[in-house]
């Protein structure tokens, strides 16, 4: 499945909720926001049907995201039901670790391959601050309990201002160094802006390369996380909104004022 552009489209994006356990000051606003309708959300068969679609035309590789995933009730059958789809030979996580102690083994059993852990400073009062008042413990708990039952391998994304040298950056370095773990450092990000730069140490950002597409909570099939379009798989159907998705694969982001970071997810 190529776009205009010759990007074979491997990888696809999902966001399973608009919800969140934190409330990051760069994300959501303190008093949270509206969100989406109970029945406006896509039941874990659309996806599952969905990716079925997607595995048929070349996507190998599946990352659920949010809002927070590990919040949606249920979520480890859904794992489940997308690591059975003939095609699919990986499927990963980004979650803010909270709740990952208890979720990592039946993550594991249900076949989800690895997580990237969000985590922006090893300073618990900071990670309070950033988050508005989340437990930094927990995430370590929640690191400690992915590598013992094989979610690797683990890989924190921790968002910076200007470089890996700033000070928070560095104590998230520090740590992973102790713990084996990668970091990759995404650039505080602006949608309506259009303000976006390559990820160190990964692959997002980088448009002449990019070869994923976005399946938000609602059913909407976005392109590119900076632009605007989506097609809707109950208006379209399965098959047209992927056609349409890719079709309209932009060459490179612009801006997006219709979207938010915790509906897209990243």
Same mark, same amino acid.
């Given at each position: 499945?190529?776009?205009?552009?010759?990007r074979?489209?491997?990888?696809?994006?999902?966001?399973?909720?608009d919800?969140c356990?934190?409330r990051c000051r760069?994300c959501? #606003?303190?008093?949270?926001?509206e969100?989406?309708?109970?029945?406006? /959300?896509?039941?874990?068969?659309?996806?599952a049907e969905?990716?079925?679609r997607?595995a048929?035309?070349? /996507?190998?590789?599946? @990352?659920l995201?949010?809002?927070?995933? %590990?919040? @949606?009730?249920?979520?480890?059958? %859904?794992?489940?039901? %997308?690591?059975?789809i003939?095609?699919?030979?990986?499927v $990963?996580?980004?979650?803010?670790? /909270? &709740?990952?102690?208890?979720? $990592? #083994?039946k993550?594991?059993?249900?076949?989800?391959s690895?997580?990237?852990?969000?985590?922006d400073?090893?300073?618990?009062?900071?990670?309070?601050?950033?988050?508005?008042?989340?437990?930094?413990?927990?995430?370590?708990?929640?690191?400690?309990? $992915?590598?013992?039952?094989? &979610?690797? #391998?683990?890989?924190?994304?921790?968002?910076i201002?200007?470089?890996e040298?700033e000070e928070?950056?560095q104590?998230?370095?520090?740590?992973?160094k102790?713990?084996?773990?990668?970091?990759?450092? /995404?650039?505080?990000m602006?949608?309506?802006?259009?303000?976006?730069?390559k990820?160190?140490?990964?692959?997002?950002?980088?448009?002449?390369?990019?070869?994923?597409?976005?399946?938000?909570a609602?059913?909407?099939v976005?392109?590119?996380?900076?632009?605007?379009?989506?097609f809707?798989?109950r208006?379209?159907?399965?098959?047209?909104?992927l056609?349409?998705?890719?079709?309209?694969? #932009?060459?490179?982001?612009s801006k997006?004022?219709?979207?938010a970071?915790?509906?897209?997810?990243?």
């Amino acid at each position: 499945m190529f776009d205009r552009y010759n990007r074979e489209i491997t990888y696809l994006r999902i966001s399973v909720t608009d919800r969140c356990n934190l409330r990051c000051r760069y994300c959501m #606003p303190e008093e949270g926001v509206e969100s989406m309708r109970h029945e406006d /959300i896509l039941s874990f068969e659309e996806i599952a049907e969905f990716v079925r679609r997607g595995a048929a035309q070349g /996507i190998t590789k599946v @990352r659920l995201t949010g809002g927070e995933p %590990l919040v @949606r009730k249920g979520i480890v059958g %859904l794992v489940h039901m %997308l690591a059975q789809i003939d095609g699919i030979e990986e499927v $990963a996580m980004t979650t803010n670790g /909270i &709740l990952l102690e208890k979720f $990592a #083994p039946k993550l594991k059993e249900a076949g989800l391959s690895r997580v990237n852990i969000s985590l922006d400073t090893t300073n618990p009062e900071k990670y309070s601050y950033i988050t508005r008042g989340g437990d930094i413990n927990a995430v370590f708990r929640g690191i400690e309990a $992915a590598l013992k039952h094989g &979610l690797t #391998p683990v890989k924190i994304n921790c968002v910076i201002r200007n470089s890996e040298d700033e000070e928070d950056a560095q104590l998230v370095t520090e740590f992973a160094k102790t713990k084996g773990l990668k970091v990759q450092y /995404i650039h505080q990000m602006d949608l309506e802006a259009g303000s976006f730069s390559k990820v160190k140490n990964g692959e997002g950002g980088n448009c002449r390369s990019c070869n994923r597409i976005r399946l938000m909570a609602n059913g909407c099939v976005k392109p590119c996380l900076f632009n605007p379009k989506g097609f809707n798989v109950r208006q379209y159907g399965f098959e047209e909104a992927l056609k349409l998705a890719v079709e309209n694969k #932009p060459k490179s982001g612009s801006k997006n004022q219709t979207g938010a970071f915790y509906k897209i997810g990243g």
